[in-house]
């Protein structure tokens, strides 16, 4: 295979590569241990199965996770400057991962930076999936929400509020669920916090 292209993505955990042989696109991914790469590999067979939009595993050998590349912009690129018209998407997307039930509990993307969605102009693409487990729908619409108050945007604080509207009453009508916006709040409560040990673990001491 001869390749023509070749770029390292943005990544806190894996090296993450983009790879272009001829017309063709592909993810590379670097996990830590095989174990890793194995569990992301089979949660995403799991998801595709379910009908979840996520990238096809076009390979696995080691740690190394083979990817099929989504053309699209990631939703921390686009709220970033203020393009919004991924929301109702975005509700349907988790609507669909949160349908997937283990008992009594609900299938969790666990990981839900906005920088790990992927919005094709007509559709949501998840991405990354080393942490999903089973447990309470809420932690992932708090940490969900949480981020998108927390991003880096042109939006206002009451734009971002208004834009959480938009996501949940798309997770609502989709997900044929009442939202209750309260405990919701508390749930972004506790990924800020979480949010701010991550930020005081990785500042250097000397600041």
Known sequence: ?????????????????????????????????????YLESENVKLLRDK????????????NILIEEFIEGK?????????DTKWAESLGKWFSEI???KKQ????????????????????????????????????DLGKLCFFIMDSNSQMSMNDKKHLIKRFLSAY???????????IVAEYMEIEKKRALI????????WL
């Open 1 to 37: 295979m001869m390749i023509h292209g070749f770029k390292r993505l943005e990544s806190k955990r894996n090296h993450v590569y983009l790879i272009q042989s001829g017309t063709e696109s592909f993810i590379v991914k670097v996990h830590k241990t095989s174990e890793k790469s």
């Open 104 to 139: 009594s509990k609900t299938l969790l993307k666990g990981d839900c930076n906005l920088k790990n969605f992927i919005f094709t102009e007509k559709e949501i693409f998840g991405l990354d999936f080393e942490y999903m487990y089973y447990g309470n729908p809420y932690n």
């Open 198 to 205: 991550r930020r005081e673990r990785h500042t250097p001491k």
């Open 98 to 100: 949160h349908s997937i």
């Open 51 to 62: 009908g979840v939009r996520v990238p096809r595993i076009l390979g696995v050998s080691e």
């Open 74 to 82: 990631t939703i921390g690129e686009l709220i970033s400057r203020a």
């Open 172 to 182: 609502e009508d989709h997900s044929k669920t009442v939202v209750n916006p309260k």
